[in-house]
């Protein structure tokens, strides 16, 4: 086992994971490793989900909400990253050496996997609660206590337990949550990590799914995973992870492509309440300006102003595209992720763009997902060994570190 030493791998959503990680670690598989359904939350097949989300954009008022009498509305404070952290700290220590129990469906029982994790690039696909600060929202969006809840989202610990985390809008849906440094955003790029979609319906209760850069397919989260007591119309429809533990997102989108307030256009909001980037600056980088005031990003990851991002099905779009953006003048490009199986090119990867038909490609591989909008975005792979049990004082000294490198990378990375 390895124990994180330095305090520098302590640090979330490390900035710059692409240079100083470039060595993929090919650490031995182990059962925990082997990122299927794990023996604590078997794989459930016998869910079906019949809801079929199909979005009529013809009938659509493009933007009509913004000429709504403009509003105040009282959205949630994000919760505060060190009043969370010593908590999550503390939570961490005194369930340590708990054994993991099923069944449970509190969050945080037996304990999350706490806060001071950094993913390492590589092939190994991690299981959901080895996993930090995992935060999700479903369609349509629903709080912990299975109510109708619009702009909330959940913590989940990967056993089933979920939590109340934050009211994103008081008026739209949320549709895509990302961080503004998002671990493992160039190892997807580089095709170091294993990509996880979701797609609309989670078609067999199956939430997330992960694909590795062999191209090969495996199911990363069934509902059951993300959420002990579902729904019978479970669907996950935005996801973050990579924590700290019990953090909200910072970037997020919201249905309809609106802020929060439904005042301005907005594909991608920061959580300070401005507007990272415009429906406008989306569809004019996927070459598409015509479709400005329809357009719906619904999958999102980000690194600074870079951009991996997937869009509700619209103008001949099947929703199955994921581009990479840089946010500058250059287009937006295709995502190439993943060796293409179906062809004899060894060197032939998959282009995610329409033409890729991702219900084939999946069905080769003997999974179903009925439909080709994904509808979520993250990317996982291998998780450095646990907090060693150094005592609290330890932990709460670490702890001010991390605060001070949370407030130095949120400098680094604001707007
Ligand atoms: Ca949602
Ligand atoms: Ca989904
Ligand atoms: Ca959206």
């Known amino acids: ?84 952290v010593i908590p999550a700290v503390s939570a961490v220590l ?45 369609y349509p969006d629903l709080n912990s206590a299975n109510n109708q809840a619009i702009g909330q989202s959940m913590f989940w610990d990967g056993l089933g337990g979920v939590q109340d985390a934050k009211v994103y809008s008081n008026i739209f849906q949320l549709d895509a949550l990302a961080y503004s440094s998002d671990a493992l955003f160039h190892a997807v790029l580089e095709r170091r990590t294993n990509l996880l979609l979701s797609f609309v319906g989670d078609s067999g209760g199956n939430s997330v799914y992960a694909i590795n850069p062999y191209g090969n397919i495996s199911i990363w989260a069934t509902n059951h995973t993300v959420w002990s007591g579902p729904p019978a119309s479970f669907d996950l429809d935005a996801l973050e992870i990579w924590g700290p533990e019990l953090v909200v997102a910072n970037r997020f989108s919201l249905q309809g492509d609106v802020s929060p307030d439904g005042t301005q256009p907005a594909s991608v ?91 084939d490609y999946f069905a080769h591989q003997g999974y179903t997902i009925n439909s080709e909008n994904i509808d979520a975005i993250e990317a996982a792979s291998t998780v450095p060994g646990p907090l060693p049990l150094l005592g609290v004082g330890t932990a709460f000294g670490l702890s001010r570190k991390l605060r001070r490198r949370i407030e130095g990378a949120r400098l680094l990375t604001k707007g």
């Open 269 to 359: 909001m920061n959580d300070n309440g401005t507007v990272k980037y415009t429906p406008l600056d989306i569809a004019t980088a996927i070459g598409a300006p015509q479709l400005a005031d329809d357009i719906d990003l619904d999958g999102l990851m980000v690194f600074g102003d870079e951009l991996l991002f997937s869009i509700q099905p619209i103008g001949g779009f099947d929703g199955g595209e994921i581009w990479h953006w840089t946010g500058g003048a250059a287009p937006a490009e295709f995502l190439k992720f993943g060796k293409n199986l179906l062809t004899s090119d060894p060197d032939d990867l998959i282009t995610w763009n329409t033409g890729f038909n991702i219900q």
């Open 1 to 84: 086992m390895t124990f994180c030493q330095t305090s520098q791998q302590f640090l979330p959503h490390q900035p710059d994971l692409s240079k100083a990680d470039v060595d993929v670690q090919e650490i031995p598989a182990t059962r925990g490793d082997s990122g299927l359904c794990n023996n604590l939350q078997p794989c459930q097949d016998t869910y079906i989900n019949p809801r079929n989300r199909v979005r009529n954009f013809t009938a659509r008022q493009p933007h009509a909400h913004l000429n709504m009498k403009s509003t105040t509305v009282a959205i949630a404070k994000p919760l505060s990253k060190l009043s969370l």
């Open 94 to 138: 005194l369930a340590a050496g708990s054994a993991l129990a099923s069944g449970n469906t509190a969050y945080g029982v037996p304990t999350p996997p706490g806060p001071f994790v950094v993913p390492v690039p590589s092939k190994i696909l991690p299981e959901p609660w080895r996993v930090p600060g995992k935060e999700f929202s479903t």
